[in-house]
């Protein structure tokens, strides 16, 4: 008899106990444990089960479930007698970050003490006897919402005090999603308000703290060390490149079909394939999504089920307002293409609006891509350079990219559809009318912040471009010249469709030196795709010549004019 999907369940506890559809991660456990790391940060994708593995360990190891054998029975780490008799033996502080989520600095440091109160007020029977001195107890009481910086930032070192003092054993303290905090401050504006005070917290909790035995940490990315690990010694850190814990997140491509035969699935396991495979940790290919595969079973249909979260919003800002060489080269894995760059896998979030590399490392490390290959520049012995090939990690990948890219235009929807309209019925004066109120809408969406989107319209054009490639991809195969100087890009759209038209695009900004008025710019535009030749590329594709229109768009500031030419320039 098939399982119950409990779709959102994290608490290893009652996935155990309702006997909840599971597949077995305890192998975690032993690796860990064997690693002897005294600091563990590992970084894995959003929604790949790092939540339910920090429960499992905490269930583990804590004295808290200390007889609870039932829970682990029947499961891996159960086979060896050196294991079960871990279970149940160390004091565990488990916290997650996962819900500070919120929009200024002072509403998520009162919600951390918040988190930090509550670890206090489940151990109040600490204040009972002689473990604790009079001023430790003052000490302890202390630890409310309401806390000042000090006794926050000392609360984990000191509750792993007072813990080692009860059970005479040093802790093991769990961090999970340490840094969903600062995503959320990053994209709120409070970065260096809420990176001080972490770094202050965590230098504390994992370096000062002679109580801590050992500690696991888990997020999405590799937060840098200058940002909030400068002031204690270097974690052993696991990110989506290493091989260590390869098969301890996600499912395996052998665990997905076994998973599919169970639910009576398995004449789909090439269409839960095409749609799902294709993430890589280390050298371990063929991982699945846990979230997406678990819905599928749960619905028995493919869809994106990655929701909306914070690091989507984040990525989503990264490519909204980055420059032209990050859209230009999103254009290239949205057709199925890949890029290829140098990555540094610590996130430096201040570098993140203006580095192309910062991004695809963020991007990598968030699942969104993955590591095609991976070239290696060495002169000698010494390596110097190593530059990876990525790609979009699959279909639901790319399908979740379109949605987003949609909703960069929810503002103007209305008039953006108009014009695609006024675009594919050659209808001119609609593409000028609808164009303008679309750019009016939308400019500053794709504005860094830093300066007014007038002065720079090429983030603008550049996300438009995106867009079309994401409307019209069903109908044409959409493709750049990728040779853009400033205010210059040409796009082709060659029909699938023989009875449609083929169409040019040339956007060119108004140079008061060289044109006298928009009507000269956009001339200007024509005269670059007849200089280019692109008539010719879809002439050679079969496309009569009187089947093709040629659009030059004029920009200055956020009014645009459109001007036509037909048949082979």
């Known amino acids: 008899m098939e399982r119950v999907i409990g779709i959102g369940s994290q608490d290893f506890e009652l996935i155990r106990v309702k006997d909840y559809f599971y597949i077995d991660k305890t192998n975690f456990i032993r690796e860990w444990w064997k690693a002897g790391e005294s600091v563990t940060l590992i970084t894995r994708p959003r929604r790949f089960g790092k939540t339910l593995n920090m429960s499992m360990m905490e269930k583990f190891f804590s004295i808290d479930y200390a007889g609870r054998s039932e829970l682990f029975r029947g499961l891996s780490i159960w086979e ?86 009860y059970y005479g054993k040093k802790v093991l303290i769990l961090l999970d999603e340490y840094d969903t905090p600062m995503q959320e401050a990053y994209i709120k504006g409070y970065w260096e308000e809420m990176s001080d005070f972490m770094r ?68 789909k396991k090439e269409e839960v394939k095409n749609w799902y495979d294709g993430f890589t940790f280390g050298e371990t290919t063929d991982i699945y999504n846990p979230w997406s595969i678990i819905n599928y079973l749960d619905k028995g249909e493919v869809g994106v089920y990655w929701a909306n979260t914070s690091s989507n919003k984040l990525v989503g800002k990264l490519i909204q307002e980055g420059s032209k060489d990050i859209k230009q080269d999103f254009e290239l894995l949205l057709q199925g293409s890949s890029v290829k760059t140098e990555l540094d896998e610590q996130i430096v979030y201040g570098e993140l609006s203006g580095q192309r590399e910062a991004v695809w490392s963020l991007l990598l490390a968030s699942g969104y891509l993955k590591v095609k290959g991976v070239e290696v520049h060495s002169q000698g012995y010494e390596e110097w350079k190593r530059v990876h090939e990525l790609e979009l990690t699959n279909f639901e990948v790319k399908l979740m990219f379109r949605k987003m890219i949609h909703r ?78 400033f205010g210059r890009y040409d796009v082709m759209l060659e029909p699938k469709n023989r009875e449609d038209d083929g169409i040019l695009l040339e956007f060119k900004v108004h140079d008061p030196e060289d044109e006298r008025d928009l009507e000269e710019t956009a001339a200007a535009a024509l005269a670059q795709i007849e200089e280019k030749q692109y008539a010719g590329a879809l002439l050679a594709k079969g496309i009569p010549a009187d089947r093709i229109r040629s659009y030059g768009f004029a920009f200055e500031g956020k009014t645009v004019l459109i001007r036509e030419s037909r048949g082979q320039p």
């Open 80 to 165: 060896e007698e050196e294991y079960r008799d871990l279970q149940g033996t160390y004091p565990v502080i488990s916290l997650s970050l996962a819900q500070l989520k919120e929009t200024d600095y002072q509403t998520a440091r009162r919600k951390l003490c918040e988190l930090l109160a509550r670890e206090f007020a489940k151990r109040e029977f600490l204040l009972e006897g002689d473990y604790l001195t009079e001023s430790e107890k003052n000490t302890f009481r202390r630890k409310t919402i309401d806390m000042d910086d000090v006794d926050a930032t000392l609360s984990l070192h000191q509750l792993s005090d007072y813990l080692s003092r």
């Open 200 to 267: 202050s917290l965590f230098n504390a909790t994992f370096k000062t703290n002679p109580y801590l035995y050992r500690a696991l940490m888990t997020g999405i990315t590799r937060v840098s060390k200058e940002s909030i690990f400068s002031d204690f010694n270097n974690p052993k850190v696991v990110t989506t490149t290493s091989k260590e814990y390869a098969q301890c997140f996600g499912f395996t491509e052998e665990e997905v079909f076994t998973a599919l035969e169970e639910y009576g699935l398995s004449h």
């Open 408 to 485: 960069w235009f929810d503002c103007a929807a209305g008039d953006y559809n108009e014009f695609i309209k006024a675009l594919l019925a050659g209808d001119r004066k609609g593409m000028n009318h609808y164009m303008n109120s679309v750019a009016l809408k939308t400019f500053s969406y794709f504005d860094t912040g830093k300066a007014p989107s007038e002065s720079e319209p090429e983030r603008f054009y550049h996300g438009f471009v995106l867009g079309l490639m994401v409307e019209l991809s069903d109908r044409y195969i959409i493709t750049s010249n990728r040779e853009s100087g």
